[in-house]
């Protein structure tokens, strides 16, 4: 625990200053941040960073996480995804000159690794371009949930949730987790009331129960990748913590969701 408080405050120290500036410098640091968690899963699957394959992938993931049309006035608000589909076509190419060697199934992996990483991390981007408080307000809701669900499975748990997916998850921590996020959230919103905008206090309770559900669903996601390639962390660069994975995976599908119902 004490390694774990230690390393997830230099950890914190680090992403902040980024977070609050926000901007250029917040794009091209979460840029890179998708970069290693795509990196975390190359390496699961046993293949190389280090390839032809893996830099595609990796760069696949950059393109899409950042706001490209924000910065170059001639390309559409959506060309990271036309830049993301220019490596996917890159990597789909190598099913053509080297078929005997790569096929389909093999491209496929990195193409799925890339745009679960880079399209979280890219609504990452969008949240802070479209206010400070929505990327605290997500932070603290997922940080209320898995704190919750920690606390209350470890004293009361005792129905598994999904033991072949995560033994160690109940569905009291589980429900310990959408009440923390609840009152967390609540208190939040009472403080600065625009965060929710637009939609009204009741019906924003309701949608955190939805962003909380979620985020332990994008918790179990990652759950099933670690259980299904035998390890027991995305990667090693946090002591205590694991990978970048393993810190943003709820993120990775709260943000989105958050886009998706107009939060910003």
Known sequence: MQKRVIFGGIALLIFLPFLIFGGLPFHLFVGVLAMIGVSELLKMRQLEVFSLEGVLTLLAAFVLSLPLGSYFSFLPLEANLIAFALFVFALLAGTVFNHSRYSIEEA?????????????????????????????????????????????????????????????????????????????????????????????????LVLVVIFSAIAQFGDLVESAYKRHFGVKDSGKLIPGHGGILDRFDSLLFVFPLMYLFGLF
């Open 108 to 204: 496929s992996f990195p193409i799925a690794a890339s745009f679960y990483v880079g399209i979280g991390f890219h609504y990452l981007n969008i949240g802070r371009d479209a206010g400070l408080d929505k990327v605290l307000f997500a932070l603290f809701l997922v940080w209320a949930t898995d704190i919750g669900a920690y606390m209350v499975g470890r004293r009361i748990g005792k129905t598994p949730l999904l033991p072949a997916v995560s033994p160690n998850k109940t569905v009291e921590g589980s429900i310990g987790g959408l009440v923390s996020a609840l009152l967390v959230s609540f208190v939040f919103m009472l403080i600065d009331a625009p965060v929710y905008s637009p939609h009204n206090f009741i019906v924003m």
